[in-house]
């Protein structure tokens, strides 16, 4: 297996973070961007011969110069600024620091250094722009930001004061930014560092080490009735891309655009895909500064945490390796490096050889493992306790977007004579010719794209015949039974 190891440490590659300003996209290095924050409503001013230098911004102890980038370089302005969206980026270069304005942070994207392109060939320490690089996804070109020519440009920076006296508070300086705030800095062996991302109106703080990437959202192939989950193809992996919003307590606002971010989540060889709205901050927090999460999340499992923003917003923090125990369809995520599997031995002489899935399929447990199509399940749905029929008794009808669904207790027709009895935990929503059925079914394993898992067919005596999918590796095989329920079991 190749473990989803992070990447930032490839020579190769350099992680930006993609900022607007005006119509100008630009990349920063990612280590040279410690901050991110809302513009303020006013700025300190600072009388100076120079325009771009906007003010001073009050960060805990620090002041830091802040400059407005357009007002210095011919940048075309944006058609319609929403000062709403724009921040305040700290950059970072040693000891100094600067803040600069954009009007929007856009996701972190890595390119491989063989992509940039240097188009100022003559030393010029006056341009605070050489390099340009192409990203996939994004039309034009993003121009790169020269964070040392900027500061030594604008001769303006907060740096970090000498401690003339023992006692003293340590200066944020020597933090990283995202250690920046009205509170001393943690201790590094005890802090951890988070991307805060917004979806919806929720704020979500991911700790750092376990980002995959953060990239415009990619086509997702459909599975079951949501538009926000599916499966999306990243860095050769199938990925599952799972509507974490769903999830929640329902939110009291208003519907708001759709996502327009895949965050991919790593931890050890398995990876899992969110869609988010935009990323907001990094921000390191120690254990002192989290509360206990509501009851209501903590319920969920994967909200570990509360922490707040530097505007005293609340930040979830979640449970990466949690959120993905949760989601077995994290499993397809996985790469083995060995030749796959041809698929186990065939049942009888004279069998067919077995071939790869030809479309996706959802592995359930239904009393045994079995297998079913993807295309035709509409929704997974998670049974509230009051929903769950008392063993013995006939389901009753479910109520699902406005209509009333028939529920077919599957464990009980297909569960082997012996095998211990538990109560369903979701209704598989199913098309079928003459309408919509609901399946009871004791628990969801997996989701496997197309082409991934060898499907034969099995000899069960006098002439029947029953299809099989080969889950594992070689050492590790288990065969799931398939059964198509939009024709079966009806």
């Avoid at 809302?38 to 771009?52: F, G, I, V, Y």
């Avoid at 790869?356 to 749905?381: D, K, M, S």
């Avoid at 211990?420 to 003459?434: D, K, N």
């Amino acid at each position: 297996m190749t473990p989803c190891a992070p990447e930032a440490t490839d020579p190769a590659s350099l992680e930006l973070a993609l900022v607007q300003i005006g119509q100008l996209t630009v990349g920063i290095p990612i280590e040279q961007l410690q901050h991110a924050l809302p513009r303020p409503a006013d700025l300190t001013p600072l009388p100076r011969r120079d325009h771009a230098l906007m003010g001073l911004l009050a960060l805990g102890a620090q002041c830091l110069p802040v400059v407005d980038l357009s007002r210095w370089v011919d940048i075309p302005s944006a058609t319609q600024p929403d000062p709403a969206s724009e921040r305040i980026v700290v950059l970072g270069d040693g000891g100094r620091q600067l803040g600069l304005l954009v009007q929007a942070v856009l996701g972190v994207r890595r390119v491989n250094r063989s992509a940039l392109r240097t188009v100022q060939h003559q030393a010029r320490p006056d341009e605070v722009f050489e390099t340009v690089a192409q990203i996939e996804g994004l039309t034009g070109w993003v121009s790169l930001l020269e964070t040392q020519r900027l500061m030594a440009l604008a001769q303006v920076w907060s740096e970090e004061p000498e401690c003339q006296q023992p006692g003293n508070a340590p200066s944020l300086a020597r933090t990283t930014a995202a250690e920046l705030g009205p509170t001393p800095p943690p201790p590094a062996d005890s802090a951890t560092r988070y991307a805060v991302l917004r979806l919806g109106e929720r704020l979500l703080g991911f700790p750092a080490v376990a980002l995959g990437e953060l990239l415009p959202r990619p086509p997702l192939q459909a599975l079951g009735g949501s538009d926000h989950s599916g499966i999306a193809s990243w860095r050769g992996r199938h990925l599952p891309v799972v509507d974490l919003d769903r999830r929640w307590p329902p939110a009291a606002s208003a519907p708001v655009a759709p996502p327009a971010w895949l965050l991919v989540l790593c931890h050890g060889e398995l990876a899992l895909g969110l869609l988010m709205h935009e990323l907001c901050d990094l921000v390191t927090w120690s254990p002192g500064q989290i509360d206990s999460p509501p009851h209501a999340l903590a319920d969920l499992g994967w909200v570990q945490g509360l922490a707040q923003d530097a505007q005293g917003e609340p930040v979830y923090l979640i449970d990466v390796e949690a959120l993905l125990a949760q989601h077995p369809e994290a499993l397809i995520s996985r790469v083995d490096g060995a030749t796959p599997a041809e698929g186990p031995q065939r049942a009888r002489r004279g069998s067919p050889p077995a071939q790869r899935n030809e479309q996706p399929y959802l592995v359930f447990e239904a009393g045994a493992l079995l297998c079913t199509p993807v295309a035709a399940v509409q929704e997974i749905l998670a049974l509230a306790p009051e929903d769950i029929p008392p063993a013995g008794e006939i389901a009753a009808p479910l109520a699902w977007r406005g209509q009333w669904l028939d529920l077919i207790d599957l464990p009980s027709r297909l569960r082997p004579k012996g095998r211990p009895v538990r109560p369903p935990s979701h209704v598989l929503v199913v098309q079928q010719s003459q309408g919509l059925q609901g399946f009871l079914i004791d628990g969801i394993h997996a989701i496997v794209p197309t082409g991934r898992a060898p499907l034969s067919q099995v000899s069960l005596g006098h002439g029947l015949v029953c299809d099989v999918l080969t889950l594992g590796d070689a050492d590790q095989q288990r065969s799931v039974r398939r059964i198509d329920l939009s024709v079966e079991l009806a």
